[in-house]
Structure formats: C-alpha cells, structure tokens
C-alpha cells in the first residue's frame, strides 16, 4: 500500500503545483471513514481507495481526480454524504465522487428496472466528464488483481463477465489500451481458464522456437531503417492469450495460421516518417496483400493513430509491422490519459493537444448512447446498444459531398442514414453505394460513398431492425414500431404461457390469473401475455404465482431444455417478418440455424412453408431476384431460454491415439452436448469428423469452435453448412 508521502510525491512528479494539503487531507479522511472495514483478502479497507489512487498517478491524472479516487468508496460503504463531500472538498470533488458511486451500482442482475435506471446514470455521468470514468477503470482493475480472494465462484464469474462486457470496452473506447489488455486477461483467467491455460502453452512453446528470433528481426528492421536515413526505435510484442482468443473466435483458423502473434513497432520521430519508414520496410519485404491499414489519416473512434502494415519479413516470418511516432505510442496506449499535462500555468485535460492527437472526442460515441436512453426500451436492448458502440472496431464511409462518417464494423446503409440525421434515417427508401443501386442488408465497406435516397414521407418497416447493428438505428427504429408490435408480443406470451402450463399438466383457462396481474404489477391479461413475449419475465414465473404448491416433477417438465425444431411449435421461437397464422415453418438443413443468428425466411414457391436460413447461408443467393418471397425474422427471448439447437462442426484434426477423445473432452467441457459424430477423408496424417453436437446458441457455438481451434491435435474447425 502506498504511503501517504509516497502517494504525493508521485503527484507531484508530473504537477509540481499539486495541491498538497487536499491529498493529505483526502488520505487521511478516506483511512478516517473506511475504519476497521475489511476486504475479502482480510487487508484495511482502506488499501483498496489508496491503490485505485496509486494506479491513477501512473497514467498522471489531476489532483482532484486522485482525491476523488481516495473518496471514491465513502459515500457508497460510510455514513458520508455528498453534502459532506461538498463541504470538505468542494463541488467538483464532490460531483465527481457522486458520479464514481453512481457507476459503482452498475451490477447485471435480474432486477431490470433498477439495471435500466443504473445503466441510464452510467452513461450520462461518463459522457459528462472522463475523469469519472478513469476512477471507475482504476477502481475495477484493483478490484480485478484481488478478484480471487473471493470465495463465490458464482460471484467471481459475475464480475469477470461484467468486466469484459461493460469496463473492457469502455476502457477501449477512450483508448486505454493498457487498462483494458490487463482487464480482459483478468477476466478471462477466471472465465476459460482451460483456454487461457491451452493458449498459454501454445505460446510457451513458441517463445522457445521463435523467441531468439525475434531480437534478430528487431535488429535487421532497425538496420534497414537507420541505411534509410531513419532513427527509430524496433521492438517486438506477443500478443496477449485473450487477443489470439478473440481472433479464434472470430476466424475459421488454427493457432498456427496466426500472423501477428509476435508484431513490431517501430517508433519514429516525425508523422512523416512514419511513411518515410513505410516505404523503407515495403521495399525491404513483400507486403501481405488486403494487411494494410492507415490509421494516422483516419484515426480510430479513441484516437488511435498508427500504420499497420503485414509483410513477410526476415527469415520469412509473415509479420505485423505497426508504425507510429512517440507521441501516437502514448495515445495508443494511455488513450485519453495521454492529454493530461502542464500548459498555461496549471495541471490538467490538455483538448487542443486530443485535438491534434486525433481531432475527436472519444467519449462521442457514447454520448450516442443518451439518444438510446430517450427512446427506451428494455435492459437488454440497452446493454447490447451500449457494447455495439463501445466495442466493434469500425468502418470509414463517406457522403456524397466527401463527409467522413466513422461506423462500427458490419454496419449497413440505414446505420448511415441515422448517423448523418435522425429524419434521413426515417425517411429512407433505398440507397447508392459508389452510384450504384444496393439492397439495405449490404455490409457497408471502407472508402464507400454513400448516397441515401429518401421518400416524402417516414416510413419504418419492421423488419429494419436486422438491417442495422448501431444503437442509434435500433433505437430510431425501435421508436417507430413499438406499438405496432405489441400485438405479436401479446400472442407469443400467451402461446408460451399455455404450452408451460400444458407441460405442467394444466390449462390456462381453467384458473383466474389475477395473482399473476397484481404480482407483476400489470393491469390486464394482454399486459401480462406481452411482458412475457418480450422476455420481461418468464412464463414459468407466471406457473409458480398460479400454482405455488407445483409438484416438483411436474415444474421439472414445464422447464425442461427443448430442442428448437420446425413446426408448430417453431412459432414460438421465431417472429416478425409478417408472418402469417398458420404458415408452417422450417429451419434450412443447409445452414442450421440456431439463436444469435441473424436469421431471414424464405416462402417456399410450392406452398411448403416458410423456410428459416442464415443470413449468410449460400442458398440465399437463389432468391436474390426474388424479394417478394423474403420475410425478414427475428428470434423470441423464448427461444435463448432453457432451449438447445443441433448443429454441425467439422474439424480436421491430427491423426494419432486419443486425440479425437481430447476433441470430444473439450466440446464436453464447453457445454456442448454431442448427439453424433461421423468421420470421413481419413488420410495417414489427418482426418475429418463431423460433430453433431447441441448448443445453447451461436455464441456458445462459437465458443466451442475456438475451444476446439486452441487444442494442438486440431488444425481446423468450421461449421457445417450444409
């Protein structure tokens, strides 16, 4: 723990004008108020406050932001009050520790109201002031290095999944790279240990074969510059296990097709020379087609500015080369921490030199966020809106009139429209992508230029919902249908709440559901039928208020998983898309569709059905001249809860004893549950099996692919399509 004269001499190292005496005074009241309380390490409270400080003093924050950090507990664990605050330290410590407590409460639990209302206080208190934020970073990675002395597991994975769905991303998002690497590798040591711990060998390994090496290429690059005219300083870095994770999860590759596990960064003096050195490399070594990347001419949303270039380098190594100035490093990896510095005669935010660094505020694209909180809308909608816009990587798009408009990655022409004006949004009928006419659903790419064409009046299909990914679309969108959706709510909850109650061995008609109403404070059946269709509460919630004394076995039987099949009963997993009574429905063999999917229907010309794909199924491409056969469809919240769906991996894997038992022992270990497995093209060194195996859905799919992709015996996993 950091001492007192410690703590103020680091301040003072970087603000010789800090004020001393409010640290001491700040100091000595939060060991005060925090008294004999303990942590779950059995340390003094009072530790924890003292070390969020310490953590901020690295990354040179203001004194009223490492007074703040040593407050940052008193309101929320101590008698304190504000007022108390306010008269101790002044207004701005005191809305800053208020705005600290406020994001402390954030917790993802059941409680949807008191989580909406949380969320809502979160997101205006960061888009009011960044300081806010960087306490709270530094408050959750203490609380992140000490998460193991907690002795729930359950809660343990609570807090490691908020960390790496909320705080990773918002560390992201203002670009602290550094906070938000160390966060994501805490969090994914207690989620996946068995991945972390695969990864972790992997790349021991490597470090034997190919670490010698590495000094080597660092010296031959910093050769080639230095003859070039160039002072640079060459290092190389390991990507961290979580980053190789995500990139397993996101790509159909094995471990040993990774090209930038080890990448290199040059850092030079002058912007200029960072071409300068970019032209020396590329005339070096080949560069890796479709691996260039020129952030320094448009910045990421968090500033981010650097060169990435994939060459194949000395000895052949297909390398990562990220090329930056000394000033662009600091942004990269402290992100909006960077601009604090000394300037007309006090301490503090530095906008012009963000400005310079960047020319955005990082904090804009959360403040997108408030308009999603204007519209409503259910905690869910909420908490996804908020990971969309904090943590994709992003699109450069431009108008007409050569605007450029930043997207994430995956956004499509309507994510434009909204983003350029809520009423171009509304208004839009179709859309111009480099002058040519294209469907709503088309990827929007780097370098586009997009044209909206707009009609006279709004006009809001229901199905838009699929053609967008930002929060600022949805909420737009969501705006304008949902009153003409209550309807299909109410007639998915009474079609769930039935079938619960029919496995349970009872009917609906047969009883008053006036506990139900006053339980779930709701006026009317319908009331009750639609907050069951939006996923509010579930119908088995509804079985217990009716029937409280239910027979164990028979509640067993309401909640049972079920498989998601076609039929009659598909109609409660799928919606929208103006489907009709009693249209059958198909799920395609050709793609296996499971929740989490974006999922289109297709009306079989023969009067056959409708038939559910992909969005990227390849069959689609028959019916692409046939929009009227199209019905865009979304998934139920019934069909995420206490349901599995078959779907198929194929992995190729190594052909020696026991290796497809480890293959199996890792889908087992990943929740899936195998129903089938087939192997064929059996060669001397490799073999193909197809896993049948049952998922919860494409995340968890997903999920088990990368678990397979992180076992050496593996070489390849995909899933089937067909």
């Not at 970073?137 to 609570?158: G, V, W």
């Not at 998002?173 to 805490?186: D, T």
């Not at 560069?287 to 500033?303: C, L």
Request: glycine share 8%; charged share 30%; aromatic share 6%.
């Amino acid at each position: 723990m950091l001492r007192q004269y410690e703590l103020i001499e680091k301040v003072r190292s970087y603000d010789p004008t800090a004020d001393e005496a409010i640290l001491n005074r700040a100091y000595v009241y939060a060991m005060r108020m925090h008294g004999s309380q303990k942590r779950a390490s059995g340390d003094p409270y009072f530790a924890h406050p003292i070390e969020v400080a310490g953590i901020l003093t690295d990354y040179r924050l203001d004194t009223a932001t490492i007074v703040t950090a040593l407050l940052h507990d008193v309101i929320e664990d101590t008698p304190v009050s504000a007022q108390d605050i306010t008269d101790l330290f002044g207004a701005e410590i005191s809305e800053l520790v208020e705005g600290v407590t406020k994001l402390t409460k954030l917790e993802l639990n059941s409680e949807h109201t008191k989580q909406a209302e949380n969320l809502r206080k979160f997101i205006l208190a960061i888009s009011k002031d960044v300081r806010v934020l960087m306490v709270k970073l530094a408050d959750r990675l203490h609380n992140m290095r000490t998460l193991h002395y907690i002795k729930s597991p359950a809660k343990r994975e609570r807090i490691a999944r908020e960390t790496l769905d909320i705080y990773a991303p918002l560390a992201r998002s203002i670009g602290c790279h550094r906070i938000c690497s160390e966060l994501e590798e805490l969090a994914f040591e207690h989620l996946n240990p068995v991945a972390r711990n695969a990864i972790g060998r992997r790349l021991e390994t490597l470090r034997i074969e190919q670490g010698g090496a590495v000094a080597v290429v660092s010296g031959e690059i910093a050769s080639r510059l230095e003859a070039g005219g160039l002072s640079a300083r060459v290092f190389g870095r390991e990507k961290n296990p979580y980053s190789i994770w995500r990139k397993l999860q996101r790509k159909s590759i094995g471990f040993s097709q990774l090209s930038d596990i080890y990448a290199f960064r040059v850092i030079v003096d002058t912007e200029d020379d960072c071409y300068r050195a970019l032209g020396v490399i590329h005339r070096a070594w080949p560069s890796v087609p479709e691996r260039f990347k020129d952030f320094i001419s448009t910045p990421k949303r968090n500033n981010y500015r650097s060169i990435h270039s994939t060459v194949v380098g000395p000895r052949g190594m297909r390398i990562e080369m990220q090329i930056r100035t000394e000033a662009m490093d600091r942004v990269a990896e402290d992100g909006v921490a960077a601009h604090w510095r000394y300037k007309d005669k006090s301490y503090g935010f530095d906008a012009e030199a963000q400005a310079d660094a960047g020319g955005r505020d990082p904090l804009l694209n959360l403040r997108h966020l408030v308009q999603v909180l204007e519209h409503g809308g259910d905690v869910e909608e909420l908490v996804e809106h908020a990971k969309l816009e904090m943590y994709l990587d992003q699109a450069f798009v431009f108008t007409p009139k050569g605007k450029l408009v930043s997207l994430p990655r995956g956004a499509m022409p309507l994510d434009f429209a909204y983003a350029v004006h809520t009423d171009v949004g509304d208004t839009c009928i179709g859309v111009k992508i480099n002058g040519e006419l294209k469907p709503l659903r088309t990827t929007l790419q780097n370098g586009d230029v997009v044209e909206v064409i707009r009609g006279a009046k709004p006009v809001v299909p229901p199905d838009w919902r699929s053609l967008t990914v930002t929060g600022r679309a949805r909420s737009a969108i969501r705006r304008h249908i949902r009153q003409t959706e209550k309807e299909e709510f109410i007639r998915l909850g009474r079609a769930t709440v039935d079938q619960t109650f029919e496995r349970a061995g009872k009917a609906r008609k047969d009883v008053a559901l006036k506990p139900a109403l006053e339980r779930f404070a709701v006026a009317t059946e319908d009331d009750l039928f639609e907050i069951v269709g939006r996923g509010r509460i579930s119908p088995t919630q509804v079985l217990d208020v009716i029937f409280p004394g239910l027979k164990a076995s028979d509640r067993e039987a309401a909640t049972a998983v079920r498989r998601i099949e076609g039929g009659k009963a598909a109609r409660l997993y799928v919606r929208g898309g103006g489907l009709t009574p009693g249209m059958s429905l198909h799920f395609g063999q050709c793609c296996t569709p499971v929740p989490g999917d974006r999922i289109v229907g297709i009306i079989e010309p023969d009067g056959g059905g409708l038939t559910v794909h992909t969005i990227d199924c390849a069959k689609l491409a028959e019916f692409e001249d046939k929009e009227d056969l199209w019905r865009d469809l979304q998934w139920t919240p019934e069909a995420e809860r206490n349901t599995v769906t078959l779907s198929r991996l194929t992995a190729t894997i190594r052909n020696a004893p026991g290796v497809l038992g480890q293959a199996c022992t890792v889908i087992g270990e990943a929740g899936g549950n195998i129903v089938n497995l087939r192997m064929h093209r059996r060669h001397a060194d490799f073999f193909d099996v197809d896993f049948d195996v049952e998922v919860k859905d494409a995340r968890h799919l997903t999920h088990i692919a990368a678990a397979l992709r992180a076992n050496p015996a593996v070489e390849t996993v995909e899933r089937s399509k067909g």
